[in-house]
């Protein structure tokens, strides 16, 4: 059985796509999850799912038919047709799906990176398909793992500090055209983590006012009231771009959201500050080029952000995840070769018991000592035999093609499957 991670999120999905599929309706995703796991190639199933990413975590036995099950799934949640909604997917197989679920968890893979929120989403998830009865053994070792390589990423680094860094670097660059932020009014598109970093911090720096543009007007209501800002439209997004000194982008939508003519028109030379902190970008780069524009965006910021403590964090978490990955898959093909290994243990213990009865039965007058001796000389010759077999299959564990050497035993000693399978069988239940 292998781990499928089929999925869209802010990296590749437009902000009005993940609004329609994403979210923390519990009904919804308990639903989601009961239809994966009833998939013809699924035996467990969950998902996690948040406002910027909505994946089903799958383990399969076939890999090209559960795809496209899985896939079903989140297009008909869309609404979209198949060909609209495929670019939008990505999909993660075997050793890329740990690799996968080990960054989510880590805040690698956030749009404000290191947010420690998706650690407890991740703790969800999995609660969510235990309780669901629809996570067995596969999917509950690679989340508790996931769950523990996120908070050793916390507690070995101070990744949660990258993303207000990324934002202090903006502000102290914008800081050379604007000046102090205190006294200025500022626009802010996107109610997302980050936009959510990026308002708290423009409020703690003395921003005099700061409006939030996005596109559900809920969640940017929510970032308003915390910050005591006030919320407009994404249509009214010329009229206060124009009325603003600082405009800070993070929608994580696909696609410009400001254009160099909007702007050109709008501003007529008046100076304007853009951060643009999403990716792929939100401002057209033109806009640099427009009379009494100042565009920031991450690829001005990248080298400044790299050469700093957080980006110094977020190499050391990237390293951390490198690590638990290989140890991962390292425990799970030595795992892999453990039923075959002691199904052919159990195995020689049956060939020695049958000809120490055989024995038995054509020499009773043999004495208890010399059978002791006899028995204890044969189980020697067994435990030879098989200890160079055994322990070489458990190294080749470690290289590509484990299953294959496990799979090469059984087959030299003539193993049956069912012995073989029966070693990771929970107790009380039969094939």
Known sequence: MSVLVVGLSHNSAPVS????VAGTDDDSVAKLVGAASG?????????ISTCNRLEIYADVDRFHGSVEELSTLLVERAGESTEAMLP??????DDGAVSHLFQVAAGLDSMAVGEGQILGQTREALRLGQELGTVGPALNS?????????????????????????????????????????????????????????TATLARHG???????????????????????????????????????????????????VGAAMLEETMGG????????????????????????????????????????AG???????????????????????ASVTPTVVALRSMATGVVDAEMSRLESRLPELDQAA????????????????????????????????????????????????????????????S
């Open 39 to 47: 998939a013809a190639h699924v035996t467990e199933a969950t998902v």
């Open 88 to 93: 939008h997917l990505y999909v993660h197989y």
């Open 142 to 198: 690679l989340f508790q793992q996931a769950l523990r390589v996120g908070k050793r990423s916390r507690a070995e680094t101070d990744i949660d500090r990258a993303a207000p860094s990324l934002i202090a670097s903006a502000l102290r660059r914008a800081s050379s055209t604007l000046g102090d932020v205190a006294g200025r009014r500022v626009a802010v598109l996107g109610a997302g983590s980050m936009a959510g970093l990026a």
């Open 270 to 309: 008046r100076p304007l500050t853009i951060i643009d902190l999403a990716l792929p970008h939100d401002v057209d780069p033109a806009a640099a080029e427009v009379e009494g524009i100042t565009l920031i965006n991450l690829a001005a910021l990248a080298s400044e952000v790299d050469d700093t403590e």
């Open 371 to 430: 059978r002791a001796e006899v028995l204890h000389t044969v189980r020697r010759v067994a435990d030879k035999l098989l200890h160079e077999p055994t322990v070489r299959v458990r190294e080749l564990a470690n290289e590509t093609g484990a299953v294959s050497y496990a799979a090469a035993l059984a087959e030299l000693f003539a193993l049956d499957p069912e012995a073989v399978s029966a070693v990771t069988r929970p107790e009380g239940l039969s």
């Open 312 to 334: 110094t964090e977020v190499r050391a978490v990237r390293d951390i995840v490198t690590e638990e990955v290989a140890a991962f898959l390292t425990a799970r093909r030595q």
């Open 17 to 20: 796509l993940l609004e329609r």
């Open 207 to 257: 921003a005099a006012d700061i409006v939030v543009l996005n596109r559900t007007v809920e969640r940017a209501e929510r970032l308003a009231r915390e910050y005591g800002a006030r919320t407009a439209p994404v249509a009214r997004l010329a009229d206060e771009v124009g009325e603003v000194d600082l405009l800070v982008t993070c929608t994580g939508a696909t696609g410009v959201q």
